[in-house]
């Protein structure tokens, strides 16, 4: 018979092999809930993508023709209609927080945001009520040629001389082109333009030549990069209690809110 400290020796050892057993499935369990949670937010965002792919627009150019257009030229109006703009700054200049916005309009994550995250409620309710002011930023991450970027910005930013910038971008954003296929030409930004309620289309012509506009852009982007924005959409909220920034690429109406609360 073994004596007792053999016993005792062989107890310990399947203990300490039990032991190392529990830590290899407790790290094994937290590695596949890892990858588990990875997958899943990539799968999330896929699901967006083809989403925001799949409707919206009625080819691969985005642009928009009768009854779809006219509806949606009227969820947009509905969406603005009344509140305040100047320049590329939407709803009232003196709101105690501020939401810059950098994004990019060929950016399928920031027409995601319009189509399926928190900015129309943000817009209906805190800009609406002049609590929150939007400031738009333009900063090149989907386009990738830096001349259509620039022309197309300053499109949106020529309607902004007459106080309808965020009517131009989201049209923009709601008749967005298939990435990758060149859809954004001279026809495509004037459809746009057409498509905007009030817009006179000799002073927007007359004003895409404004230098000043071109600068804006370039400006919009150096400032970006010197503030570490590396994607489309960057949110970030600046109020009494000091500055945050949306925590999802998509963030959704709740987070938008977290986000204002920290620094109203």
């Not at 407790?26 to 590695?31: F, G, Q």
């Not at 320049?87 to 399928?108: H, I, Q, R, S, W």
């Not at 817009?123 to 022309?151: H, I, Q, W």
């Not at 008749?175 to 495509?188: H, I, L, P, R």
Request: hydrophobic share 35%.
């Amino acid at each position: 018979m073994a004596s007792r400290t053999k016993q005792k020796e062989e107890a310990r050892a399947r203990r300490l092999a039990e032991e190392r057993a529990r830590e290899q499935r407790a790290h094994r369990d937290k590695r596949l809930k890892m990858i588990g949670g990875i997958v899943l937010a990539a799968v999330a965002v896929v699901v967006v993508l083809v989403a925001i792919s799949s409707g919206g627009g009625s080819s691969a150019t985005g642009k928009q023709t009768g009854t779809q257009a006219k509806q949606t030229v009227a969820s947009v109006n509905s969406l603005l209609n009344g509140i305040p703009q100047n320049g590329a700054t939407l709803g009232n200049p003196k709101a105690p927080v501020t939401m810059t916005y950098y994004g990019d309009l060929e950016c399928p994550i920031c027409k995601a945001f319009t189509l399926q995250g928190g900015f129309p409620q943000l817009v209906s309710k805190e800009v609406r009520d002049g609590k929150v002011k939007v400031v738009y930023k333009s900063f090149e991450t989907a386009t990738r040629d830096p001349n259509v970027f620039k022309n197309q910005q300053v499109a949106a930013l020529a309607a902004g001389q007459q106080q309808k910038f965020w009517d131009y971008a989201e049209l923009f954003y709601h008749e967005q082109g298939a990435e990758d296929t060149g859809y954004v030409n001279e026809d495509y930004l004037q459809s746009l333009a057409k498509q905007v309620p009030g817009l006179s289309l000799t002073k927007w012509e007359s004003e895409r030549n404004d230098g000043a506009l071109t600068n804006q852009v370039v400006a919009d982007g150096a400032q970006g990069t010197k503030a570490g924005v590396t994607g489309t959409p960057t949110l970030v909220f600046s109020g009494p209690k000091g500055e945050t920034a949306a925590p999802e690429a998509v963030p959704s109406y709740s987070d938008l809110q977290q986000a204002i609360q920290k620094v109203e």
